[in-house]
C-alpha cells in the first residue's frame, strides 16, 4: 500500500560524489578493503525488446504534452514527478521547484537518508510544500499503483537517482533499472520532458555505476529520437563540495592533508547542492537546453587536490602539511582484488569499491574534450556563485552536519 501526504508549509530556503578522507594515522584508510561477504550477483539484463515492450504499453503522448507546450503555462500549472527526492540533491531539486512555484509530487521511501534514519515525519518536512508520495521506485508496479491513487498526470519527470555505494548490484537496481521506471511511469501519466541527474565521470566509464547510467541515457535518447512529443536533458555535474570536505577536520586537528602523487593527478570545478538544484530547474523550463547533455561546473577555476589543500591550510592560517600517497598503492590492492574475486565472486563490490577509490584519486571531473583526449577546464561550462573556499570556511566553523556521505564513504 502506498501512502501519499500533501505539505503546505512554508517552503525554507534550501546527488555519484564520493569523499576519500585519508589520514596516516588512521585505520580508515586500510578499511578501504574490508570484506562483506555478499552473494553473487548477475546484472539484469534488459534488452532492445523488452524495452520496446515497456513502451508499447505506453501511449504516445497527446499532441497537447509536445515539449512547447507545458512551457507556455504559468510554473503553477506545470506537474512536476520528482525521484530521489530525499537524496543528497533531490532535497534541493525539490526546494528550489516549490521556491519557484511549479506543482511538485515526489517520492521517498519511508525510510530514507543514510541507513534509513529518516522517516516519515521528518521526510515530510524535508519536503514540506511538496506532495509527498512514499512509494519504491525499484518497482514498478509498486510505483504505478502509487501514481494511480494521486489519480494526477504529469509533464515533467525530474530523477536525482543515484546508487547508494557505487556496488555492482545497486549501481544496475538504481542508476539504471529504478531510473527506468520513473520513465515508464511518467510516460505513462503524460510526461511530455525527464531531467536526468548524471555525472560527468561516465565520459570515461571504467566503473559499474557509470555504464548503468550510460545504459539508461542512451535509451532516453533513443526515445527521443523515436518520438518527436518526448525530450530530455541529461545534467552531467562535477565534484560536490561534500565530495571535498572529507579532510577538513583532520587538517583543522593538525592532521597532513593527504593526496595521491603529486596533487595534480585530478581537478574538478566544484559545486554546491543548492547550485546545482537551480541549475536542474532551469532544465525544466528552458528551451536551449531540450535534448542536450549539459556538463556542468561550479564558479571560478579547475582547482587540484593541491590547490584545494592549499586553500584549506590559508583559511586555517597554518603552514601547509601535505602527505603524498603513491598511486601505485591503490593498483596493487585492486589487483589483489581483481584475482580473488575469481575466486570468490562474492569479493566483487569489494573490487569495485577499490576501482571506486582509485577512480576518483586519479581522473579529473571536467569535461572530456574528444579533439586531445585530455581533461579541459575552459571547455567545463560554470554556473552557479557558491564556492569552495566559503564552503571551506563554513565547515570550520560549523562543521560538516548536514553533508555526511554514508554509504558512499569511501575511506
Known amino acids: 500500500m502506498s501512502l501519499c501526504y500533501t505539505s503546505n508549509f512554508i517552503s525554507l530556503n534550501h546527488q555519484k560524489s564520493l569523499s576519500f578522507t585519508f589520514s596516516s594515522d588512521s585505520p580508515r584508510f586500510i578499511n578501504l578493503f574490508s570484506v562483506k561477504h555478499r552473494k553473487p550477483h548477475h546484472p539484469i539484463k534488459f534488452t532492445a525488446e523488452r524495452f520496446k515492450l515497456f513502451a508499447s504499453l505506453t501511449p504516445s503522448p497527446p499532441t497537447e504534452t509536445a515539449p512547447s507546450s507545458y ?175 572529507g579532510q577538513v577536520e583532520l587538517v583543522k586537528d593538525g592532521k597532513p592533508y593527504v593526496m595521491f602523487g603529486d596533487g595534480k593527478l585530478c581537478a574538478c570545478k566544484p559545486m554546491s547542492e543548492s547550485d546545482l538544484a537551480s541549475f536542474i530547474v532551469d532544465c525544466v523550463l528552458s528551451e536551449d537546453k531540450i535534448n542536450k547533455v549539459l556538463p556542468i561546473g561550479g564558479p571560478g577555476k579547475a582547482l587540484t587536490p593541491l590547490e584545494q589543500g592549499e586553500m584549506l591550510f590559508r583559511l586555517l592560517g597554518k603552514e601547509p602539511k601535505f602527505l603524498k600517497v603513491p598511486i601505485g ?49 575552459e571547455k567545463t561550462p560554470s554556473y552557479g556563485n557558491d564556492t569552495l573556499e566559503e564552503f571551506f570556511a563554513r565547515v570550520l566553523r560549523e562543521g560538516m552536519a548536514g553533508q555526511e556521505l554514508g554509504e558512499q564513504t569511501i575511506f
Not at 157 to 169: D, E, I, P
Not at 346 to 367: C, N, P, Q, T
Request: net charge neutral.
Open 71 to 245: 512551457r507556455s503555462k504559468s510554473p503553477k500549472d506545470v506537474n512536476v514527478l520528482v525521484v530521489g527526492s530525499t537524496g543528497y540533491i533531490g532535497k534541493y531539486v525539490v526546494r528550489e521547484l516549490v521556491k519557484r512555484g511549479f506543482n511538485v509530487t515526489a517520492i521517498a521511501r519511508e525510510r530514507s537518508g543514510i541507513r534509513g534514519s529518516v522517516d516519515k515525519d521528518q521526510t515530510l518536512n524535508q519536503l514540506r510544500g511538496a506532495n509527498v508520495c512514499f512509494s519504491d521506485v525499484t518497482n514498478l508496479d509498486a510505483l504505478e499503483g502509487s501514481l494511480n491513487s494521486l489519480g494526477n498526470s504529469f509533464d515533467v519527470v525530474v530523477s536525482c537517482l543515484a546508487s547508494r555505494n557505487g556496488g555492482v548490484k545497486d549501481s544496475w537496481k538504481i542508476d539504471y533499472e529504478a531510473t527506468r521506471n520513473s520513465l515508464v511511469a511518467g510516460r505513462k501519466r503524460g510526461a511530455s520532458h525527464f531531467v536526468l541527474l548524471s555525472a560527468i565521470c561516465v565520459q570515461k566509464p571504467l566503473l559499474e555505476f557509470q555504464r548503468a547510467k550510460l545504459k539508461f541515457e542512451d535509451e532516453l535518447m533513443k526515445l527521443a529520437e523515436e518520438d518527436g512529443g518526448f525530450s530530455y536533458s541529461i545534467v552531467r555535474p562535477t565534484a560536490f563540495f561534500k565530495s571535498l570536505g
Open 329 to 377: 598503492i591503490m593498483d596493487f590492492a585492486i589487483g589483489v582484488l581483481d584475482f580473488l574475486v575469481k575466486v570468490f565472486p562474492s569479493l566483487e563490490d569489494a573490487a569495485e569499491f577499490g576501482k571506486i577509490g582509485r577512480y576518483y584519486a586519479a581522473e579529473s571531473m571536467l569535461v572530456l574534450d574528444p579533439e586531445t583526449g585530455e581533461y579541459s577546464a
